[in-house]
């Protein structure tokens, strides 16, 4: 996974860290195991959100321990924003942000 290996995994693995990985569908298995490597709580919320800010956005719902398997199962085929230590609220309302600001 280019350039996840310099991540500060340690950091994002603390109790109330966010961030945001962008297209990172195919790493949520990597993000994982460094995460829970590093003693990430496994219940930590997890939200992807495809197609953001346009009229077919979904969001979908997860935990550390469980964001590879609910990618698999909800079968994403748009690009998807993973928003780690946010919980769907937070996730949709920073993807519409970040696309504001960005547009």
Not at 82 to 89: M, N, S, V, Y
Request: net charge positive; aromatic share 4%.
């Amino acid at each position: 996974m280019k350039g996840f290996a310099e991540a500060d995994w340690a950091a994002l693995a603390r109790p109330g860290a966010v961030a945001a990985i962008y297209m990172g569908k195919r790493a949520a298995r990597f993000v994982q195991g460094r995460l829970m490597m590093h003693g990430a709580d496994p219940a930590t919320p997890v939200s992807v959100v495809e197609n953001a800010a346009l009229p077919d956005q979904r969001v979908l719902a997860a935990t550390l321990a469980t964001l590879p398997a609910e990618i698999a199962e909800a079968g994403l085929s748009g690009p998807a924003l993973i928003c780690l230590g946010l919980a769907p609220h937070a996730a949709a309302k920073a993807a519409r942000t970040v696309t504001r600001e960005t547009a």
